[in-house]
């Protein structure tokens, strides 16, 4: 590896990141207060909430170790010359520009997942079953894993082919690399609800009954085009609860952890699927599709610069010891790369999201005509979920896609 220009400003830039959610991470354990807020007395006694702020401290601790492994373990692959010694392997082991990418890229997510794993059991059988939330056997573990890799090898392999084809052979290959990439992703969209999904968990239709006729009725009454309401087997993996729509057309769902199903009332769980439904109504899940469209042109054209054959693109390549300028290396190196730019969106992404999430309340407390279902409803969540009712705001400000939750229920007030 050569360190030239580039290198440095990746490297100050990944150091960056890093102390920024090392220091955000730092002020959220400050910003732990000791005493419950009133708000939240019926929903937590003076244990739970003292087990709240214990996962909270327990779960901050995790991600710095993480955070700090992960850089530390990119930085040695890095300094050692893991990319070029990588890419030499796969062209290798197999000859051809595409194969010989897919090698590459297909060893190095490997990589990643294997060196990460010990984290994911650490995080699941340890800090999960201390505080009672996990489920998951070793056996469903194993079996999420393979599926997983399963998963990633027959959708990600012929997405990586298609770029890189399109790449090394289309003039203005970075507009048609986009092309596919979006409608690549759109037939995921549409794939997850009926095969994807139910891969992992098992969705029950809805029993006829009060709850699902008063669910239809809201629905109805709303304008929602509502194809199937779930309940999904959440208590197979965690007592965490939660609800979730996802697909579109005539594979649109709605999904309800069992979980969420077992604590709260009928109104309470019409007054979250309204929510939910506020988000479509209020058009933010095209909203948030059609920005993450135009997201992925500007980053396809960046590509196409990085990996053009100029000198930037020559100097990239040295600073991370790769001799050969190819597609498969430049979208890593991209992403490295790219990484304050990313963080910088995410935090505008972040931003945008608690909006709709306001939005969405302030639809589902108009629409049900109940505020308060939605308030409890957000109260049994935080308490059963063990969520950090006081967390910093420069912590919020960075990455949190919902607003705290005592902010919520503050504005649910007011309509």
């Known amino acids: 590896m050569e360190w030239n220009a580039v290198a440095l400003l990746i490297l100050v830039a990944l150091f960056a990141l890093w102390k920024l959610d090392f220091i955000a991470t730092l002020l959220n354990l400050k910003a732990l207060s000791p005493d419950l807020p009133r708000e939240f007395a ?70 990643h997942t294997l060196l990460h794993l010990p984290f994911s059991i650490y995080d699941t059988f340890v800090i ?22 399963l998963l990633a090898a027959l959708l990600g392999l012929p997405l990586a082919a298609g770029i890189l084809w399109i790449f090394g052979n289309v003039a203005h290959a970075w507009l048609w690399a986009w092309g596919f990439f979006v409608a690549f992703q759109l037939f995921l969209t549409w794939l997850a609800p009926t095969l994807i999904l139910p891969l992992f968990n098992k969705f029950t239709p809805m029993a006829d009954g009060p709850l699902r006729q008063a669910i239809h009725a809201m629905a109805e009454k709303c304008g929602f085009p ?46 979250v699927l309204a929510h939910e439904i506020g988000h479509f109504k209020l058009r933010h899940i095209i909203q948030r599709l059609a920005v993450s469209v135009l997201q992925a042109a500007a980053l396809f054209y960046l590509l196409g610069l990085v990996i053009d054959g100029g000198k930037f693109s020559r100097e990239l390549f040295d600073a991370f010891g790769v001799q050969t300028i190819s597609a498969h290396v430049g979208l890593v190196l991209f992403g490295l790369l790219f990484a304050p730019v990313s963080r910088l969106l995410g935090i505008a992404a972040a931003a945008w999201s608690r909006k709709h ?37 420069f912590r919020v400000f960075l990455d949190y896609s919902h607003p705290p939750v005592l902010t919520r229920i503050a504005a649910l007030r007011r309509i």
């Open 226 to 271: 509502l194809g199937e309401i779930s309940v999904m087997d959440g208590s197979k993996r965690s007592t965490k609860a939660n609800a979730f729509f996802t697909g579109f057309g005539k594979t649109k769902k709605i999904a309800l952890y069992d979980t969420l199903v077992e604590e709260q009332t009928q109104d309470e769980l019409v007054a």
């Open 42 to 111: 019926d929903v937590f006694d003076a244990e739970r909430y003292a087990q709240s702020q214990a996962y909270t401290r327990e779960s901050a601790r995790f991600e710095i170790i993480h955070s700090t492994f992960s850089l530390a373990s990119l930085l040695v692959f890095w300094t050692l010359g893991g990319f070029g010694w990588l890419d030499g392997l796969a062209r290798g082991w197999i000859a051809g520009e595409i194969p010989a990418g897919l090698v590459f890229l297909g060893l190095l997510f490997l990589g």
């Open 128 to 149: 999960e079953e201390k505080f009672g939330f996990n489920k998951t056997t070793p056996k469903t573990f194993v079996i999420d894993q393979l599926k997983g890799l």
């Open 357 to 393: 999430e306001f939005e969405a309340d302030a639809y589902a407390a108009k629409a049900t005509g109940k505020p308060e279902s939605l308030v409890t409803a957000l109260k049994k969540l935080s308490a059963k979920n063990l969520s950090n009712l006081t967390p910093h705001p």
